[in-house]
């Protein structure tokens, strides 16, 4: 598996890089990781509506063919395109949105973070800080009271390839997420490792994202 760290890097261009991989590569081309992370940007899944983008000012809003619906990337985020062939690993999108899951709840317990899933809300959730945004507020589902998301998930898939990945939110401005509705889930709370009083830099945290998910993208039945 190859990994490649690109530093800050704009969405737009890093969007179609991965496209362009993806339509290229053929069956012995390997599976790459890539560690980035973007300057303010909202994205838009193929089944986002715009009414969950509630005041996005100046930041620019990329209607862009993953799943799901709005999120936000910015600095101080770890971001992980997961290039994955699929038909050669022995799994579909499901399981790799769990096994990229597994990745993220790992990586929070290497720094004392309980992480959690939500039962049809792909990402991975902590405790919520109490007060504001950080607490999941009125009009939230109940399936998320007590709860703020730390990680996000967008997949596509084309050709059997599977692109997009996942964003860990390290030490970030959350202020953004409070002009959307984050994944789609009205009052959802966003929360960052700095403010569960865990000092790390995104790029560092990005690494040991990126051992985990070397284990656990590898085939079927050769999970480390």
């Avoid at 261009?13 to 993806?22: I, S, V």
């Avoid at 059997?160 to 401005?173: I, K, P, R």
């Amino acid at each position: 598996m190859r990994v490649r760290e690109l530093g800050r890097v704009e969405y737009v261009p890093t969007w179609e890089q991965m496209k362009a991989l993806t339509a290229q590569r053929g069956p012995h081309a390997p599976d790459e990781l890539w560690l980035l992370e973007h300057p303010p940007v909202f994205t838009l899944g193929l089944a986002g509506r715009r009414e969950h983008i509630l005041d996005p000012g100046s930041i620019p809003v990329v209607a862009t063919d993953r799943g799901g619906q709005v999120t936000y990337h910015g600095p101080g985020q770890a971001v992980v395109y997961t290039l994955i062939d699929l038909r050669r690993a022995g799994y579909f999108v499901r399981e790799l949105v769990y096994r990229i899951e597994e990745s993220v709840i790992q990586t929070l317990e290497s720094y004392g973070i309980v992480g959690t899933r939500v039962s049809g809300a792909p990402g991975v959730y902590v405790a919520s800080a109490t007060g504001g945004a950080l607490d999941s507020g009125p009009g939230a589902e109940a399936r998320f009271s007590g709860k703020a998301k730390i990680a996000a998930l967008g997949i596509k898939v084309h050709r059997g390839c599977a692109y997009h990945g996942v964003a860990l939110n390290v030490a970030m401005d959350l202020a953004p997420f409070r002009a959307i509705d984050p994944c789609g889930y009205r009052g959802l709370a966003a929360l960052d490792l700095a403010t569960l009083g865990v000092a790390a830099e995104p790029f560092a945290a990005g690494r040991r994202l990126l051992e985990r998910l070397q284990a656990h993208l590898a085939p079927r039945g050769k999970i480390e």
